[in-house]
């Protein structure tokens, strides 16, 4: 079920209508439960999410519209995890932001002079359509996302899944922008490399 | 002179658009001469492209079942808290 508008949404969620707790669960859960990982990391994630999920229910006759009821979301996930950082007296678990210097595209290959040593084949199948009207290729894509560094699983799915600025993005995960775009890219570089494999696969079948 | 290794750290911000003005002129020079980082380039955006048109995946039915079940018994315990605030 789709919502003609989010004010609609918000005041039957006031209500408590069963069908739009459904649509909710299903279209925010899992973006939820990425940026609580992002933030406090995989073993508590489920419970601040559902912590996020009762000051969600709480706070919503006071939702203004001002965001989307997605992005107003995360952000009270974001904060349920950070408060929850707070009181464990913990610092924020960057994952592999640290790690700026590595290299989105494997270093062998290429030469020392910084050329392509393995350059990238064409690709058989080149568009968009034609990749997702693989139901193999679209499983294999799903699966490398879920076992991306948290992370780099909720920028890419916030970023070009759900097309949230990064802005807003960096908000949410309270990183900076130039961090959030090295994350991002090499997220991008990972499904890159898996949709290049099934393409070399697809070729030695043919 | 950027090397193909420095086109492959920088695709990203060159599809979105988000190079300063130098170096997006530096990349697309080197986009204009090397066929096999205009290949990457492509490739890469196709990527995105069909990230794009997928969306982010659903939890569990069983899952959403019980979590929509779980989350109404918390939206009707506020609701009832607010009718007896309203009464008082």
Same mark, same amino acid.
């Given at each position: 079920?789709?919502?003609?508008?989010?004010?609609?949404?918000?005041?039957?969620?006031?209500?408590?209508?069963?069908?739009?707790?459904?649509?909710?669960?299903? =279209?925010?859960?899992?973006?939820?439960?990425?940026?609580?990982?992002?933030?406090?990391?995989?073993?508590?994630?489920?419970?601040?999410?559902?912590?996020? $999920?009762?000051?969600?229910?709480?706070? !919503?006759? /006071?939702?203004?519209?001002?965001?989307? !009821?997605?992005? $107003?979301?995360?952000?009270?996930?974001?904060?349920?995890?950070?408060?929850?950082?707070?009181?464990?007296?913990?610092?924020?678990?960057?994952?592999?932001?640290?790690?700026?210097?590595?290299?989105?595209?494997?270093?062998?290959?290429?030469?020392?002079?910084?050329?392509?040593?393995?350059?990238?084949?064409? $690709?058989?199948?080149?568009?968009?359509?034609?990749?997702?009207?693989?139901?193999? !290729? /679209?499983?294999?894509?799903?699966?490398?996302?879920?076992?991306?560094?948290?992370?780099?699983?909720?920028?890419?799915?916030?970023?070009?899944?759900?097309?949230?600025?990064?802005?807003?993005?960096?908000?949410?995960?309270?990183?900076?922008?130039?961090?959030?775009?090295?994350?991002?890219?090499?997220?991008? =570089?990972?499904?890159?490399?898996?949709?290049?494999?099934?393409?070399?696969?697809?070729?030695?079948?043919? | 002179?950027?090397?193909?290794?420095?086109?492959?750290?920088?695709?990203?911000?060159?599809?979105?658009?988000?190079?300063?003005?130098?170096?997006?002129?530096?990349?697309?020079?080197?986009?204009?001469?090397?066929?096999?980082?205009?290949?990457?380039?492509?490739?890469?955006?196709?990527?995105?492209?069909?990230?794009?048109?997928?969306?982010?995946?659903?939890?569990?039915?069983?899952?959403?079942?019980?979590?929509?079940?779980?989350?109404?018994?918390?939206?009707?315990?506020?609701?009832?808290?607010?009718?007896?605030?309203?009464?008082?």
């Amino acid at each position: 079920m789709e919502y003609q508008n989010e004010s609609e949404l918000v005041k039957q969620l006031i209500d408590g209508n069963e069908s739009a707790y459904r649509y909710v669960v299903q =279209a925010y859960h899992n973006n939820m439960l990425y940026v609580a990982r992002s933030i406090v990391g995989s073993a508590i994630a489920d419970e601040v999410v559902q912590e996020a $999920w009762v000051s969600v229910i709480k706070a !919503l006759p /006071k939702f203004e519209g001002r965001s989307s !009821l997605k992005t $107003w979301v995360l952000r009270i996930v974001s904060n349920s995890a950070k408060t929850r950082l707070r009181k464990e007296s913990r610092s924020i678990a960057v994952g592999d932001a640290n790690d700026m210097e590595a290299l989105s595209v494997p270093a062998e290959r290429f030469q020392d002079n910084g050329r392509w040593s393995a350059p990238p084949q064409q $690709w058989n199948i080149s568009t968009p359509d034609d990749l997702l009207s693989s139901d193999e !290729l /679209k499983k294999i894509i799903y699966t490398t996302i879920d076992k991306l560094p948290p992370i780099q699983q909720s920028i890419i799915s916030l970023r070009d899944m759900e097309g949230m600025s990064m802005l807003e993005i960096c908000k949410i995960l309270d990183i900076t922008e130039s961090n959030s775009r090295v994350l991002l890219h090499r997220a991008r =570089a990972k499904i890159w490399q898996v949709i290049e494999k099934y393409q070399g696969n697809q070729n030695v079948k043919l | 002179m950027l090397s193909c290794k420095d086109i492959s750290k920088l695709a990203s911000d060159h599809i979105d658009n988000n190079l300063p003005p130098l170096m997006k002129m530096k990349v697309k020079m080197h986009l204009f001469m090397c066929k096999k980082c205009r290949e990457f380039v492509n490739q890469l955006n196709t990527t995105v492209e069909t990230l794009k048109s997928l969306k982010i995946p659903q939890p569990e039915e069983s899952f959403v079942e019980q979590q929509t079940k779980d989350l109404l018994e918390i939206a009707k315990s506020f609701n009832s808290d607010n009718s007896i605030n309203k009464k008082h």
